[in-house]
């Protein structure tokens, strides 16, 4: 995933391979309607797994990116927590789903969990839907752990992670389609984004350690 640079996500080449060659297949047995519907899949495939490069904010290592693309719905201070700050993304479709380090850090823990796939109103949503946990801590000892749940997802969440690795902030580091991202931030950092924002990962500052 860290090396995935093709303009396409690697997650999606095998699902966009069989739909370009349903294309082909109902295209050749004259097919039309079949193959319309098939190159319009192919095409949604291509715009749900596009994988951009992206210029980072800043490289101050007091700076907390962006780990996901999405919309700020939620932002809580927090008691009696080891975290001060929760701050929740919704991602959809139209989103990239391509996720990414919010600081040079290293990896304090990484864990994934399969499960299903529920709709967010659903009140067994956050204990059955598959989901994935990861903690970093950046240069300067703040730690960075972030939940990511997939919704009504058609493609399954994936991680490439290692304890106690090191990573390069905006590295990508896994792919969530359709999903919320729960990010939460000990104290002493200023939040820096406001509910109802448009975030890209990398390239929107989400905090700024004091």
């Given at each position: 995933?860290?090396n995935?640079l093709f303009?396409?996500a690697?997650n ?13 297949f109902?295209?050749l047995l004259d097919?039309?309607?079949l ?5 319009f899949f192919t ?8 994988n951009?490069?992206?210029q980072?904010?800043?490289h ?9 693309d ?12 080891e975290y ?5 993304v919704?991602s959809?479709?139209?989103?990239v789903?391509i ?13 994934l969990?399969k499960g299903?796939?529920l709709?967010?109103y659903?009140?067994?949503f ?6 994935a ?20 997802s058609?493609v399954?969440l994936d991680i490439?992670l ?7 902030s905006?590295a990508?580091?896994?792919y ?6 729960y ?5 002493d950092?200023?939040?820096s984004?406001?509910?109802g ?14």
């Amino acid at each position: 995933m860290k090396n995935n640079l093709f303009i396409i996500a690697q997650n999606g080449w095998r699902v966009i391979g069989l739909s370009f060659a349903s294309f082909l297949f109902f295209y050749l047995l004259d097919f039309d309607f079949l193959a319309t519907l098939a190159f319009f899949f192919t095409l949604f495939l291509l715009f749900i797994y596009r994988n951009p490069e992206r210029q980072i904010a800043t490289h101050d290592a007091k700076s907390i990116l962006a780990p996901v693309d999405g919309i700020v719905k939620k932002i809580e201070s927090l008691e009696d927590s080891e975290y001060a700050y929760m701050i929740e993304v919704e991602s959809s479709y139209s989103d990239v789903g391509i996720l990414r380090v919010p600081a040079d850090a290293k990896v304090i823990e990484a864990s994934l969990t399969k499960g299903s796939r529920l709709a967010k109103y659903s009140p067994l949503f956050e204990k059955l839907n598959e989901s994935a946990y990861v903690v970093f801590q950046n240069a300067e000892g703040k730690k960075i752990a972030i939940t990511h749940r997939l919704k009504r997802s058609i493609v399954p969440l994936d991680i490439d992670l290692h304890k106690d690795e090191q990573i390069a902030s905006s590295a990508r580091y896994g792919y969530m389609m359709d999903g919320v991202s729960y990010i939460y931030l000990e104290s002493d950092v200023r939040i820096s984004v406001t509910v109802g924002q448009k975030l890209e990962a990398a390239q929107t500052l989400l905090a700024y350690s004091s």
